[in-house]
């Protein structure tokens, strides 16, 4: 990666040298703009993304050289200022050795170990069909923990609302229906009989009336009931104001028991 930043480094500063031997105020050549274009897109194709997939940069850092680039490919339509091509390119040059490059050459002997949060996000598995847990991943990876406990319980949801949904939404209403029903038993105070016919349908339906219906179905038995429960309630604490915290231990156990209990749980395989 160091070896590829280097050579993005000596090709801004090869091109830099070609502006400097125009005398045109406007850049019209088309072998000048072609290069503002390449090594523009190169940024955000090859670079960026495995600089972040190492998370070795502030956010804030990558995003600089982001907007530097961007406004590089920007400027590569016809006749542009030479002067603001200058401007773009040494905005990038100059801090580039001792931003990126350099702790791209160091960095690796004085990495701190992982730590168990980070281990375990990275041991993950993010189903291609999941895009919220993939999101859920993404936040806490970059430290965003509220974010992520929504997006993780999103993925949760969805999951479920799809594995109704391919059942069949009928079964879904007879299980109410029965439920709703029982005067003795776990479910004698469940009342919530619900006639849905759509997903959009079932979307309306509270997540928490969900679960009591999908335990009555025997897709989930009343321990995995509570701790999803429980996952629910993190979700709400983190998706409104409040004092409780939300921990990184917090997330663990939230993003353990969506994957295990959904995800990889084959009673709700599509």
Partial sequence: MDTLLATFHDDLKAFRRALKAETADRVAKRPLRG?????????????????????????E???KYSAGCE????????????SSYLDAVGALIKPMRGELILPLQVGPANTPAPTVFESFVASLRDPE??????EAISCAKHGFLRAAAVM???????????????????SFNVASAQMASQQKGRFKKFNQTQNVTSLSELREVFDTTVLWI????????SNQHTRLRSCFEMRCHCAHPGEAPITEYNLMSLFSDIQQIVLENPKFEL
């Fill in 35 to 59: 290069e503002a274009a390449r090594l523009g897109r190169l940024w955000f194709k090859d670079i960026v993304p495995e600089l972040e997939r190492k998370s070795l940069f502030p956010t």
């Fill in 214 to 221: 999908v335990e009555g179905m025997e897709l989930i038995d």
């Fill in 129 to 134: 069909e999941s895009q919220y847990f993939q």
């Fill in 61 to 63: 850092t990558l995003m």
């Fill in 152 to 170: 993780a319980w999103c993925a949760a949801i969805d999951r479920i609302h799809r594995k109704l949904e391919g059942v069949g939404f009928a």
């Fill in 71 to 82: 406004r590089l490919i920007k400027l590569s339509a016809p006749n542009n200022r030479r």
